[in-house]
């Protein structure tokens, strides 16, 4: 599969995400990161589509797998906990691609009293804001410009 066909997987799984999160008042922010967030052929094909979740309530997500997005296979494929984010890795049922949500809080996106170090090099290495409730991640994304 070429790019651009990898590319319009990637972006289907991307407005069913959005969707989900729309229907989700606890889901503040939702963002694309990594190689699909970059400009076509910076993904492989063995590249996954990395999702930032920010809620309010991340137990709702991670307790089980009850209120995970309806287009995933379950069971995952793998769920780890990295700090404050806690990776739930499944793969799209209609497109095949893995999927990986990183289900984080706000604190993720701290900006004060400085941009945690993994979170500035997850930002700097590609990220395409999907939903963004109260601004959260603009004011991340132009902190870790300056």
Same mark, same amino acid.
Do not use: F
């Given at each position: 599969? !070429?790019?651009?066909?990898?590319?319009? $997987?990637?972006?289907?799984?991307?407005?069913?995400?959005?969707?989900?999160?729309?229907? $989700?008042?606890?889901?503040?922010?939702?963002?694309?990161?990594? %190689?699909?967030a970059r400009?076509?052929?910076?993904? #492989?094909?063995? %590249?996954d589509v990395d @999702? @930032? &979740? /920010?809620?309010?309530?991340?137990?709702?997500?991670?307790?089980?797998?009850?209120?995970? +997005? +309806?287009?995933?296979?379950?069971?995952?494929?793998?769920?780890?906990?990295?700090? &404050? /984010?806690?990776?739930?890795? %499944?793969?799209?049922?209609?497109?095949?691609?893995?999927?990986?949500?990183? @289900? #984080?809080?706000?604190?993720?996106?701290? #900006?004060? +009293?400085? /941009?945690?170090?993994?979170?500035?090099?997850? &930002?700097? !290495?590609?990220?395409? &804001?999907?939903?963004? $409730?109260?601004?959260?991640?603009?004011?991340? /994304?132009?902190?870790?410009?300056?």
């Amino acid at each position: 599969m !070429d790019s651009t066909a990898r590319h319009e $997987r990637a972006q289907q799984v991307v407005t069913e995400l959005c969707d989900w999160a729309d229907a $989700r008042p606890d889901v503040l922010a939702l963002a694309l990161v990594g %190689s699909y967030a970059r400009p076509p052929g910076a993904e #492989t094909a063995e %590249s996954d589509v990395d @999702i @930032i &979740v /920010v809620t309010s309530d991340p137990g709702r997500y991670t307790d089980g797998t009850g209120n995970l +997005p +309806p287009g995933l296979e379950l069971p995952l494929l793998r769920a780890k906990q990295w700090g &404050v /984010v806690a990776e739930r890795r %499944s793969r799209h049922a209609t497109t095949g691609l893995v999927v990986e949500l990183n @289900i #984080t809080t706000p604190a993720w996106a701290a #900006t004060e +009293p400085e /941009v945690d170090g993994g979170t500035r090099r997850v &930002v700097r !290495d590609g990220i395409r &804001v999907l939903r963004d $409730r109260t601004g959260l991640l603009a004011k991340l /994304v132009d902190a870790c410009a300056a």
